[in-house]
C-alpha cells in the first residue's frame, strides 16, 4: 500500500461488539454442572473464599463483646454453619443462583452500636458480658429479618424492581465491587511480604499463564485461588517458624503470624451449632430499628450482588419476581442468624460472585457443594478451624481480583446503554461520583462522633457506596425519563422487557424454576 500504512479495516470490522444478554465464554453455566471431582474441588475453593469475611467479622467483633478465643472460635463456626444453610436455601427455593449467602460487613456498625450500649456498661464478667451483647443482637437481626421476609414474599420488592433499568443497574452492581476498595490493598499492606506476593501469585496464575499456554484444560486460572493460597501459606508459615516476627510489633505479628489467630486451639473437635445456644434472644426498640435499616441496606446490596451473580453464571437478567423471591430467603437467612446468634446479619458473598469470573463456572452444583463444606468443617471445628487461620493479608489480596470482577460486571451493563446521550452521562456520573463522595462524609462522621442507634439509621445507609450511587441512579433514571421509545432504547430497557415477567423468555424456567414442580404452588410472575 501506497506510504506504508496500515490496511483499512473491513466493513464489518467497524461495526460495535454485539449486544449478549447472557454472558458468553462461561464454560459452565447454572445448569450445567461440571464432572464431580471437578466439581468438589471447586466447591472447596469457594469455601476458602467465604470463609475471609466468615473469619475477619468475628475477630474484629468478639474481643469488644468481651469473648475469647473460644467464644470466637464457637461464633466462627455458628456463622459459617448458617451460610451453607442459607446458601442451601438460596439455591433451591430463593433466586436459584449459584450465590453464596454468608456475614456481611454492612451490619458491623450496628453491631458495634449493640456492643457499646449502656445496657452493658454494668456487667463486669466478660463471660456474662459477652452473652448479654449476643442475646442483643439476635433480638435485634430477628426483628430486622422481618423487613426483607415482607418486601421479598409479598412482591413489593418485585414492584419497585420492575423499574430498574441497564443505566440504574450500572453504578448499583459496580459499585457493589468497588465500593469494597477499603478493604482491599490496605489489607494486604499490613503484612505486605505475605499480602503482596499472593497477589502477584494469583495474578501470574490466573490471568498470564493462561494466556501464554495453549491448550483447553484451564487448570491455572480455574484453581488459582487453591495453588496461591496453599503457595503462600506454607511461605507464610516458614516465615513464622523461621522467627521471622520474633521481634516485630504486636500488630505485625497478629497480621502476619499463622499461630495467632487463636481459632485452632479455641475451635472444639466437634460441635452442633443449635437455636439460642446463647441463651433467650433480648429487644431494644432502637437497636432493632437501626439493624432494619442495615437489613434494608444489605437488600438494596444484595440485589446488585444477584445480577453479578447472574452475569456471571451466563443467565439471563433476573426476572423481578425472582430477585423478589430471592430477598424473601435472605430474610429468612438473616432470622436464622438471629436465632443461632451469629453475630452478624446474611448477605450474598461479593468475593464469591467475583470467584464465579475467575472459574468461568456459574453451575449451581458447585455452590451446593460449597454449603455441604461449610456445613461439615462447622462441625468438625478443629478441621475447619485449620482453614480459618489463613492470615487477613491473604485474604485481602483475594478481595483485590473478586471486587474488581463485580465492580465490572456493572460495567458491563453499559453496552445496553446510549453513551452518546447526556442524559445518560449525567445520571452515570453523578451518581457514581456522590455513590463515593457521599460515603466519604459520613465515614468521617462516625469516626468523630461514634456509633448509636439513631446515628446508624442515618450513617449505615449513607455510608454504603452502592445503596447511595443506586437509590440515586434508579431515582434520576425513574424521574428524568421520557416515555417515548428513543429514551427507553438509551435507558437499555428495550433489551430488558421481556425479562421483567417470568413467562416472557423461555429461558427463565430454565434457570430460575422451583424444583420438585414447586411452581405449580408457588409461581412467577
Same mark, same amino acid.
Given at each position: 500500500?501506497?506510504?506504508?500504512?496500515?490496511?483499512?479495516?473491513?466493513?464489518?470490522?467497524?461495526?460495535?461488539?454485539?449486544?449478549? =444478554?447472557?454472558?458468553?465464554?462461561?464454560?459452565?453455566?447454572?445448569?450445567?454442572?461440571?464432572?464431580?471431582?471437578?466439581?468438589?474441588?471447586?466447591?472447596?475453593?469457594?469455601?476458602?473464599?467465604?470463609?475471609?469475611?466468615?473469619?475477619?467479622?468475628?475477630? #474484629?467483633?468478639?474481643?469488644?463483646?468481651?469473648? =475469647?478465643?473460644?467464644?470466637?472460635?464457637?461464633?466462627?463456626?455458628?456463622?459459617?454453619?448458617?451460610?451453607?444453610?442459607?446458601?442451601?436455601?438460596?439455591?433451591?427455593?430463593?433466586?436459584?443462583?449459584?450465590?453464596?449467602?454468608?456475614?456481611?460487613?454492612?451490619?458491623?456498625?450496628?453491631?458495634?452500636?449493640?456492643?457499646? &450500649?449502656?445496657?452493658?456498661?454494668?456487667?463486669?464478667?466478660?463471660?456474662?458480658?459477652?452473652?448479654?451483647?449476643?442475646?442483643?443482637?439476635?433480638?435485634?437481626?430477628?426483628?430486622?429479618?422481618?423487613?426483607?421476609?415482607?418486601?421479598?414474599?409479598?412482591?413489593?420488592?418485585?414492584?419497585?424492581?420492575?423499574?430498574?433499568?441497564?443505566?440504574?443497574?450500572?453504578?448499583?452492581?459496580?459499585?457493589?465491587?468497588?465500593?469494597? #476498595?477499603?478493604?482491599?490493598?490496605?489489607?494486604?499492606?499490613?503484612?505486605?511480604?505475605?499480602?503482596?506476593?499472593?497477589?502477584?501469585?494469583?495474578?501470574?496464575?490466573?490471568? #498470564?499463564?493462561?494466556?501464554?499456554?495453549?491448550?483447553?484444560?484451564?487448570?491455572?486460572?480455574?484453581?488459582?485461588?487453591?495453588?496461591?493460597?496453599?503457595?503462600?501459606?506454607?511461605? &507464610?508459615?516458614?516465615?513464622?517458624?523461621?522467627?521471622?516476627?520474633?521481634h516485630r510489633p504486636q500488630t505485625t505479628q497478629m497480621s502476619c503470624r499463622t499461630d495467632r489467630a487463636g481459632i485452632i486451639s479455641g475451635a472444639p473437635w466437634i460441635t452442633v451449632p443449635y437455636p439460642f445456644q446463647w441463651g433467650a434472644p433480648t429487644f431494644a426498640a432502637g437497636e432493632a430499628f437501626a439493624m432494619?435499616?442495615?437489613?434494608?441496606?444489605?437488600?438494596?446490596?444484595?440485589?446488585?450482588?444477584?445480577?453479578?451473580?447472574?452475569?456471571? &453464571?451466563?443467565?439471563?437478567?433476573?426476572?423481578?419476581?425472582?430477585?423478589?423471591?430471592?430477598?424473601?430467603?435472605?430474610?429468612?437467612?438473616?432470622?436464622?442468624?438471629?436465632?443461632?446468634?451469629?453475630?452478624?446479619?446474611?448477605?450474598?458473598?461479593?468475593?464469591?460472585?467475583?470467584?464465579?469470573?475467575?472459574?468461568?463456572?456459574?453451575?449451581?452444583?458447585?455452590?451446593?457443594?460449597?454449603?455441604?463444606?461449610?456445613?461439615?468443617?462447622?462441625?468438625?471445628?478443629?478441621?475447619?478451624?485449620?482453614?480459618?487461620?489463613?492470615?487477613?493479608?491473604?485474604?485481602?489480596?483475594?478481595?483485590?481480583?473478586?471486587?474488581?470482577?463485580?465492580?465490572?460486571?456493572?460495567?458491563?451493563?453499559?453496552?445496553?446503554?446510549?453513551?452518546?446521550?447526556?442524559?445518560?452521562?449525567?445520571?452515570?456520573?453523578?451518581?457514581?461520583?456522590?455513590?463515593?463522595?457521599?460515603?466519604?462524609?459520613?465515614?468521617?462522621?462516625?469516626?468523630?462522633?461514634?456509633?448509636?442507634?439513631?446515628?446508624?439509621?442515618?450513617?449505615?445507609?449513607?455510608?454504603?457506596?452502592?445503596?447511595?450511587?443506586?437509590?440515586?441512579?434508579?431515582?434520576?433514571?425513574?424521574?428524568?425519563?421520557?416515555?417515548?421509545?428513543?429514551?427507553?432504547?438509551?435507558?437499555?430497557?428495550?433489551?430488558?422487557?421481556?425479562?421483567?415477567?417470568?413467562?416472557?423468555?423461555?429461558?427463565?424456567?430454565?434457570?430460575?424454576?422451583?424444583?420438585?414442580?414447586?411452581?405449580?404452588?408457588?409461581?412467577?410472575?
Amino acid at each position: 500500500m501506497a506510504g506504508g500504512g496500515a490496511p483499512q479495516p473491513k466493513q464489518d470490522e467497524l461495526l460495535p461488539h454485539p449486544v449478549k =444478554d447472557q454472558l458468553p465464554g462461561v464454560s459452565y453455566c447454572i445448569t450445567s454442572p461440571p464432572p464431580w471431582p471437578e466439581a468438589i474441588l471447586l466447591g472447596f475453593q469457594h469455601y476458602l473464599v467465604m470463609l475471609g469475611t466468615t473469619v475477619l467479622i468475628p475477630t #474484629y467483633l468478639v474481643p469488644q463483646m468481651g469473648g =475469647d478465643k473460644e467464644e470466637k472460635a464457637r461464633m466462627i463456626q455458628t456463622l459459617l454453619f448458617v451460610a451453607g444453610i442459607n446458601t442451601l436455601f438460596q439455591s433451591l427455593f430463593g433466586t436459584r443462583l449459584p450465590a453464596i449467602i454468608g456475614g456481611s460487613y454492612t451490619y458491623v456498625p450496628t453491631t458495634i452500636s449493640i456492643v457499646l &450500649a449502656g445496657r452493658y456498661s454494668n456487667i463486669l464478667d466478660p463471660h456474662e458480658k459477652f452473652h448479654a451483647i449476643v442475646r442483643g443482637i439476635q433480638g435485634s437481626l430477628i426483628v430486622a429479618s422481618t423487613l426483607q421476609i415482607v418486601l421479598g414474599f409479598s412482591g413489593l420488592w418485585r414492584n419497585v424492581v420492575r423499574f430498574l433499568s441497564p443505566l440504574s443497574a450500572v453504578p448499583l452492581v459496580s459499585l457493589v465491587g468497588f465500593g469494597l #476498595y477499603a478493604l482491599g490493598f490496605p489489607g494486604v499492606a499490613k503484612c505486605v511480604e505475605i499480602g503482596l506476593p499472593h497477589l502477584i501469585i494469583l495474578l501470574i496464575l490466573s490471568q #498470564y499463564i493462561p494466556h501464554l499456554m495453549r491448550g483447553e484444560r484451564n487448570i491455572f486460572d480455574r484453581f488459582a485461588v487453591l495453588i496461591s493460597v496453599a503457595i503462600v501459606w506454607m511461605y &507464610a508459615l516458614l516465615l513464622t517458624v523461621g522467627g521471622a516476627y520474633k521481634h516485630r510489633p504486636q500488630t505485625t505479628q497478629m497480621s502476619c503470624r499463622t499461630d495467632r489467630a487463636g481459632i485452632i486451639s479455641g475451635a472444639p473437635w466437634i460441635t452442633v451449632p443449635y437455636p439460642f445456644q446463647w441463651g433467650a434472644p433480648t429487644f431494644a426498640a432502637g437497636e432493632a430499628f437501626a439493624m432494619m435499616m442495615a437489613s434494608f441496606v444489605a437488600l438494596v446490596e444484595s440485589t446488585g450482588s444477584f445480577i453479578a451473580v447472574s452475569r456471571y &453464571a451466563s443467565a439471563t437478567p433476573v426476572p423481578p419476581s425472582v430477585l423478589s423471591r430471592g430477598i424473601g430467603w435472605q430474610g429468612v437467612g438473616i432470622l436464622l442468624s438471629g436465632i443461632f446468634g451469629t453475630g452478624n446479619g446474611s448477605s450474598v458473598s461479593v468475593e464469591n460472585a467475583g470467584l464465579l469470573a475467575l472459574t468461568r463456572v456459574g453451575s449451581r452444583r458447585v455452590v451446593q457443594i460449597a454449603a455441604g463444606f461449610m456445613i461439615f468443617f462447622s462441625i468438625l471445628g478443629k478441621f475447619g478451624a485449620v482453614f480459618a487461620s489463613i492470615p487477613a493479608p491473604m485474604v485481602a489480596a483475594l478481595y483485590c481480583l473478586f471486587f474488581a470482577y463485580v465492580g465490572s460486571a456493572g460495567l458491563g451493563f453499559l453496552q445496553f446503554c446510549n453513551l452518546n446521550c447526556f442524559r445518560t452521562k449525567f445520571i452515570l456520573g453523578f451518581s457514581i461520583f456522590l455513590g463515593l463522595s457521599i460515603p466519604q462524609y459520613f465515614n468521617q462522621y462516625t469516626a468523630v462522633n461514634g456509633y448509636g442507634p439513631f446515628n446508624d439509621m442515618v450513617n449505615v445507609p449513607f455510608s454504603s457506596e452502592p445503596f447511595v450511587a443506586g437509590i440515586l441512579a434508579f431515582f434520576l433514571d425513574v424521574t428524568l425519563r421520557k416515555k417515548d421509545s428513543a429514551s427507553r432504547k438509551d435507558r437499555g430497557m428495550i433489551w430488558w422487557d421481556r425479562f421483567r415477567s417470568f413467562k416472557s423468555d423461555t429461558r427463565s424456567e430454565e434457570f430460575y424454576s422451583l424444583p420438585f414442580n414447586l411452581n405449580k404452588f408457588f409461581p412467577a410472575v
